[in-house]
Every structure is written in structure tokens, then in C-alpha cells.
């Protein structure tokens, strides 16, 4: 879909993927997980804010 439609330079991210969420508890984590990530962002490793130079 990303190259058909002009994101040449698309690429997955290494450390991410995918799965079937299963009913054993794992859409909840995961609704937790959603729920709760944007709270950690000022922490993040990965925010820009946080970066010292």
C-alpha cells in the first residue's frame, strides 16, 4: 500500500510487529497499553524534547 500510493521510502520498523490478538487477556493488555503509552511520552527515550546536547 505505501509504495502504490507514493511512500517510497516506507519501511517497517524493526522492532515492531504484529500479531492475531487472541482472547487470553491480550486485548485488554493491549487496551491498557494504548490507553496508558501517551502518559510516558515526556519520559520517552525517543521524545525530541528530551534530547541533550
Do not use: T, V
Amino acid at each position: 500500500w505505501c509504495r502504490q500510493n507514493g511512500f517510497d521510502d516506507f519501511g517497517w520498523q524493526p522492532r515492531f510487529y504484529e500479531h492475531i490478538i487472541r482472547p487470553d487477556g491480550s486485548l485488554d493488555r493491549i487496551r491498557r497499553y494504548i490507553h496508558n503509552n501517551p502518559a510516558k511520552w515526556s519520559a520517552d527515550r525517543d521524545n525530541p524534547a528530551g534530547l541533550r546536547m
